[in-house]
């Protein structure tokens, strides 16, 4: 007989669901930090440990592409020696593709023009097609050494 009212009960805690859960949260943490990328910045450092040699006062040149949605593409140049930044249109072909022909020979002569120009960055209006941009990044990719997309 039970006098003083006190009744044990005993509580069977079932683990299985909660590390069911912390394997599936675990999973998806993984992954997805898999998708996130960090921006690279090259700081020039050579293999030796020598200071890269520095060019005093003038910025180093750079050149930028905008695909824009009517397929026209803006080269931009702009550093070193020039006073202002030089642009230049390549227009697009009557079926609003890029005239991928004359970018090509438009680079050429920038590439020969200013030596210097070692790069590329290369940016697109949202509402251009992705095998557009990858297109234009293939040729300009055969001519510069670097080609960086940027938003």
Avoid at 9 to 26: K, S
Avoid at 48 to 55: C, D, E, F, L, S
Wanted: net charge negative.
């Amino acid at each position: 007989m039970n006098v003083g009212g006190s009744s044990s009960q005993e509580v069977d805690l079932n683990l299985a669901p909660i590390i069911d859960c912390f394997t599936v949260l675990i999973t998806y943490l993984l992954v997805t930090a898999s998708f996130l990328t960090l921006a690279a910045v090259d700081v020039n450092v050579s293999e030796t440990g020598a200071a890269p040699a520095v060019t005093a006062g003038q910025p180093p040149m750079s050149m930028m592409l905008e695909i824009k949605a009517g397929g026209d593409i803006t080269i931009a140049v702009q550093g070193g020696t020039l006073t202002h930044e030089i642009d230049i249109n390549v227009k697009a072909l009557q079926n609003s593709s890029e005239n991928i022909e004359e970018l090509e020979s438009r680079l050429r002569e920038l590439q020969s023009k200013w030596p210097a120009i070692q790069d590329a960055s290369v940016t697109a209006d949202p509402t251009v097609i992705y095998k557009n941009i990858v297109e234009t990044i293939h040729k300009v990719q055969s001519i510069m050494p670097k080609v960086y997309i940027s938003s």
